[in-house]
């Protein structure tokens, strides 16, 4: 998507994709991830998800990254954190203890910008981009993420009866970008209840991504 898409989203308040309390999956699953007791994980095309206080608690450092600077604000906002903030290279970076976020396109992103990891946290973050640019976005992922595992959230559902985004993202689309990289594990997939955008037949899904 063009990025005026998504600053004109986070301008209008359009963002439906955000939950309030944080997703259930990720409460759910995020055991299945095999970290150290002070893990490091990245939160690609972060929003303000509240998902990211959920891991603070927890004592995991984030680092995350979102276009839409509005976004990161309201993101430390409602974590009641005053941000460093400062330029770093094309990114603006706001920062706290624990706490990264680079404010930018994720595909100008490099590995030497994240840092060591132990885990990704995917979620709307694939489905939220274009068939057109998936295969750029997970080459991108896995590089500058040295292949660090992930936890991945996606939708699923008839493309052809709903223009995303969220778009569709099938078991056997993360099997095609990942499989030659990781043991691809389906953790869990079930219908949403009332689907969404007047489509009944939604399901999420929920994989671990493991070498
Ligand atoms: C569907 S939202 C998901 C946000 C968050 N992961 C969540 O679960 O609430 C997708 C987000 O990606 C951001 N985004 C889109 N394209 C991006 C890009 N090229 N680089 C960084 N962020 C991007 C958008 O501004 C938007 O906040």
């Known amino acids: 998507m063009e990025h005026d898409f998504w600053h004109q989203r986070w301008r209008n308040n359009e963002i439906g994709f955000h939950e309030i309390e944080g997703s259930y999956?990720?409460?759910s699953y995020f055991e299945s991830l095999e970290l150290s007791s002070a893990p490091r994980i990245f939160v690609p095309l972060c929003g303000k998800t509240r998902d990211i206080a959920w891991l603070l608690d927890r004592g995991v450092e984030v680092v995350a990254n979102e276009?839409?600077?509005n976004a990161v604000i309201a993101l430390f906002s409602e974590l009641d954190v005053e941000p460093i903030v400062k330029p770093h290279g094309v990114f603006t970076q706001y920062s706290a203890p624990k706490l990264c976020v680079f404010v930018g396109d994720f595909f100008a992103l490099n590995s030497v910008?994240?840092?060591a990891l132990d885990g990704v946290y995917d979620r709307a973050a694939i489905v939220a981009l274009p068939q057109s640019l998936r295969d750029k976005y997970t080459a991108h992922l896995l590089h500058i993420t040295n292949?660090?595992?992930q936890l991945l959230?996606?939708?699923d559902y008839d493309?052809?009866?709903l223009a995303?985004?969220?778009f569709s993202v099938?078991?056997?689309e993360v099997q095609r970008h990942y499989s030659a990289y990781y043991t691809v594990k389906q953790l869990y997939r079930d219908r949403i209840d009332g689907g969404f955008k007047g489509q009944k037949k939604v399901f999420d899904a929920v994989y671990l991504l493991q070498k």
């Open 25 to 27: 999956l990720l409460k």
């Open 67 to 69: 276009l839409n600077e």
């Open 113 to 115: 910008d994240i840092g």
């Open 147 to 149: 292949y660090a595992q």
């Open 153 to 155: 959230v996606t939708f």
């Open 159 to 161: 493309q052809s009866l």
């Open 164 to 166: 995303g985004p969220p």
């Open 170 to 172: 099938t078991a056997d």
